[in-house]
Each structure stands twice: as C-alpha cells, then as structure tokens.
C-alpha cells in the first residue's frame, strides 16, 4: 500500500517568508509525527498528533511553527517569517498505535534563503 | 548528556562480516527501542523494534537489549555492501509517544 507522502520535496524560500509543508499519512493510521533532521544529526521531534488533537507539541522551537491536522488525516506544519536556522529536513511519520512503530515519509528538505 | 548517544562512527566492516551497532540511553523509563536504516539523502526507513531484554532476531538482522544496562545493540550478520548506510537507534520513553534519536552510526561495508 501506499506510504507517507510529502509535499513539497524541495522548498526554497527567503527569510521572513511563510512556508506550508504538508504530510498525508499511511491510510488508517491515527498518529501523526513530525520531526526536523539537520545535516549530520538524528531527527528531533517537534508535534505528535492522535487524530485531530496536538497530544504534544512540546518540541515546536517557537511560536513561529505551527501545525494542524483538521480531519485526523492530512497535516500541514506552518513556519512563520523564517529564519535560516529553520533550514532542515522535515520529517512527517505516522503510526497504528499498537507498538508506536514509525513510518517516515521522504522529507521536505527546506532551505531558508 | 544526550539521551541517546551513539558512536557516529564511520565503523568500517568487510563484506560478509558482522557488523556490531551499538546505543546507549538516559532514561531508565524507556519503553522500547527501534533501530532504523537511512541511505544518504533518504528518510530513516524502520528495520527493528524490540520492547522485551534479551535478543530479537529478524533474518540477518538481531536487535538486542539491556534495560539494566540501558543498552541496545543491532547486529548484522553476513554485511553486504548494500548495507552501507547511517544507523539511527530511537527511543520511546514513558513520558509520550515520540521517538528520541540517536545521532546515527555510519556503517561502510566494503567489498
């Protein structure tokens, strides 16, 4: 069956932009992550969300980051007036929820100008 | 301290070897652990999840854990150079649902 997809694969974009990236997860899955990975380091989490809801959204950086997920499928991560640290890979996953295994999507490389 | 460490490595193996991948971890209400295989350029791809102490096996693939030790290691038998990739070790704590990563162990497997 189909996996994660990631929209856009390549966004390039000037400071101070706003940026929309958007993660379709496997079908029946009700938990959705999203993670950032910069050159050389594991992923960091930002967001999870079980269905609708944000369960935790303890690792969102700031307040210029935001995410939704309005009908417990597709979720959209929100960047605010970027800045060139934002630059990274971002990873949405989801899972089935009996044994938290994660599936990645390819990533959404961002590239803040 | 990290949470999750591990040697970035290049760990450098023959083909045919076994290839011994290992992870430490901080917080002792960890409940399970995944190994995950990421070609460059590619997104972490799941290879292995294993919650129990003891050995988990998995066809060339064998995850092992030690809570007490809070330690968790992949073995893979008979490398192929196919497995030539970064190994990220993740872990799941008590306190939420979400991942902590390792920074990955550079695996080369020449021929």
Known sequence: GAGVSQTPSNKVTEKGKYVELRCDPISGHTALYWYRQSLGQGPEFLIYFQGTGAADDSGLPNDRFFAVRPEGSVSTLKIQRTERGDSAVYLCASSAGTNNEQFFGPGTRLTVL | ?111
């Open chain 2, 1 to 111: 301290q990290k949470e999750v460490e591990q040697n970035s490595g290049p760990l450098s193996v023959p083909e045919g070897a076994i290839a011994s991948l290992n992870c430490t971890y901080s917080d002792r209400g960890s409940q399970s652990f995944f190994w995950y295989r990421q070609y460059s350029g590619k997104s972490p791809e799941l290879i292995m999840f294993i919650y129990s102490n003891g050995d988990k096996e998995d066809g060339r693939f064998t995850a092992q854990l030690n809570k007490a030790s809070q330690y968790v290691s992949l073995l893979i038998r008979d490398s192929q150079p196919s497995d030539s990739a970064t190994y990220l070790c993740a872990v799941n704590s008590n306190a939420g649902n979400m991942l902590t990563f390792g920074g990955g162990t550079r695996l080369m497997v020449k021929p």
